[in-house]
C-alpha cells in the first residue's frame, strides 16, 4: 500500500466514521486530493468501503490478538479487548452499519474469525461459572460490538469522555453479563 494510498484510506475512515454518509468529494476534500486521484485509488464507494473494511478488519483482528484472550479470567480478557479495540472503534461502528459488507456471498471471512474469538471469550466464562448461561456467546458478542459502537459514536459527538470508553462499556456489558451470586 502506498503512502498516498494508506494516507487516504486513513482521512476516508476518520471521515466516515463521523459523517457515514460523506459523498467521495467530501472524502477526496478531507484527504487533500482531487476526487480524480481518490478514484485511482478507489473505483468508487464500494471499493472505498472494501478497502476500509480490510483496514477494520485487519486492526480489530490484532486487536483481538493484543488482547490475549485466553488469559486470566475471561472477564479481565474483556476489559482487555475493550482497551485494545477502542482505536479503531469508531471504524468498527461505521463497518457495521454498512450492510454491504455483510449481504450475498461476498461476506468476508475476517467478521467470522473475530466473532469466533469473541464468542469464544463469553462461552469461556461461561463455562467457568464468570457470565451468565441464559445469555448465548452470540448475542453477547452482538451486544459487545453494539456496546463499541455506540461508545464510539457517543465520544465522537462529544457527549461523553473518551477516557471513559473502557469503563462504561466493561461496566455495563460486564453488568448484565456477571453470574451473580445467590446467596
Known amino acids: 500500500m502506498t503512502v498516498d494510498r494508506e494516507q487516504a484510506l486513513r482521512t476516508a475512515a476518520a471521515l466516515l466514521t463521523r459523517k457515514a454518509t460523506a459523498t467521495m468529494d467530501e472524502v477526496a476534500r478531507?484527504?487533500?486530493?482531487?476526487?480524480a486521484t481518490l478514484h485511482r485509488h478507489f473505483a468508487g464507494r464500494d471499493a472505498l468501503v472494501r478497502a476500509l473494511e480490510a483496514l477494520g478488519l485487519q486492526e480489530c483482528e490484532a486487536a483481538v490478538a493484543?488482547?490475549?484472550?485466553?488469559?486470566d479470567s475471561a472477564e479481565q480478557a474483556l476489559r482487555r479487548l475493550i482497551a485494545e479495540v477502542e482505536p479503531v472503534s469508531g471504524l468498527?461502528?461505521?463497518?457495521?452499519?454498512?450492510?454491504q459488507l455483510f449481504e450475498g456471498e461476498q461476506v468476508?471471512?475476517?467478521?467470522?474469525?473475530?466473532?469466533?474469538?469473541?464468542?469464544?471469550?463469553?462461552?469461556?466464562?461461561?463455562?467457568?461459572?464468570?457470565?451468565?448461561?441464559?445469555?448465548?456467546?452470540?448475542?453477547?458478542?452482538?451486544?459487545?460490538y453494539g456496546l463499541v459502537g455506540s461508545c464510539a459514536w457517543a465520544v465522537q459527538?462529544?457527549?461523553?469522555?473518551?477516557?471513559?470508553f473502557p469503563y462504561m462499556i466493561a461496566e455495563l456489558l460486564l453488568g448484565g453479563a456477571r453470574r451473580s451470586v445467590e446467596k
Open 30 to 35: 478531507a484527504a487533500g486530493i482531487g476526487r
Open 66 to 71: 493484543a488482547a490475549r484472550l485466553d488469559e
Open 92 to 99: 468498527l461502528a461505521f463497518l457495521v452499519t454498512e450492510n
Open 108 to 144: 468476508n471471512e475476517g467478521w467470522a474469525r473475530i466473532d469466533a474469538a469473541v464468542a469464544a471469550l463469553f462461552r469461556r466464562g461461561q463455562e467457568r461459572g464468570e457470565f451468565r448461561i441464559d445469555l448465548t456467546p452470540a448475542w453477547l458478542t452482538e451486544a459487545f
Open 157 to 164: 459527538d462529544g457527549r461523553v469522555a473518551g477516557k471513559d
